[in-house]
Antibody, heavy 117, light 107 residues
Framework: EVQLVESGGGLAEPGGSLRLSCAAS????????MNWVRQAPGKGLEWVGR??????????DYAAPVKARFIISRDDSRKTVWLQMDSLKTEDTGVYYC????????WGQGTLVTVSS | DIQMTQSPSTLSASVGDRVTITCRAS??????LAWYQQKPGKAPKVLIC???SLESGVPSRFSGSGSGTEFTLTISSLQPDDFATYYC?????????FGQGTKLEIK
């Protein structure tokens, strides 16, 4: 069974940092492209960014609102992907989901990030 | 960026109804489209990948069709558990983008 478990969410001040983790199991992690998606309170889904598999180059792409502030990385030996979030803004508040894509999509249950002073 | 336009934004229907939700892409995405169901406080559930491929465990009353720029999600006979918000997502090219969502309400 595919499982994605996010952690690391919490309260941060504007301008601060948080690092989210996503631990994967139940599939060949090294083959998957790993994504982060967020959802602001009462709003729709917003794709944050993605890291490709190493065999596909391991490159990253980001949505415009987070480019240059967020960094996605992965460790295939630990089956884990991270989202480093710096220079946080109040508009970054929301639930952050980890999502894997290989032949199909799988999502975690999400972790709540609140950016507030 | 590819824009995804979902319609309608809200849909009122009754148990047993057949409903269709449409998603239009601003440019061709081939068949790289997924459909999700989300209930309040829960993570999105994947219903369909690659426009028409039903995910394991998803009831057969759900179906997806389309390619290029126009896609549909059809529920053949609404069940009480189906009242939720539905999203489409293109994953043809980065940045991946979502439709704004369709809230399916009980009439």
């Amino acid at each position: 069974e595919v499982q994605l478990v996010e952690s690391g969410g919490g309260l941060a001040e504007p301008g601060g940092s948080l690092r989210l983790s996503c631990a994967a199991s139940g599939f060949t992690f090294s083959n998957a492209w790993m994504n982060w998606v967020r959802q602001a309170p009462g709003k729709g889904l917003e794709w944050v960014g993605r890291i490709k598999s190493k065999t596909d180059g391991g490159t990253t792409d980001y949505a415009a609102p987070v480019k240059a502030r967020f960094i996605i990385s992965r460790d295939d030996s630990r089956k884990t992907v991270w989202l480093q979030m710096d220079s946080l803004k109040t508009e970054d508040t929301g639930v952050y989901y980890c999502a894997s894509h290989y032949t199909s999509w799988h999502w975690g249950q999400g972790t709540l990030v609140t950016v507030s002073s | 960026d590819i824009q995804m336009t979902q319609s309608p934004s809200t849909l009122s229907a009754s148990v047993g109804d057949r409903v269709t939700i449409t998603c239009r892409a601003s440019q061709s995405i081939n068949s790289w489209l997924a459909w999700y169901q989300q209930k309040p406080g829960k993570a999105p559930k994947v219903l369909i990948c690659k426009a028409s491929s039903l995910e394991s465990g998803v009831p057969s009353r759900f179906s997806g069709s389309g390619s290029g720029t126009e896609f549909t999600l059809t529920i053949s006979s609404l069940q009480p558990d189906d009242f939720a918000t539905y999203y489409c997502q293109q994953y043809d090219s980065s940045p991946y983008t979502f439709g704004q969502g369709t809230k399916l309400e009980i009439k």
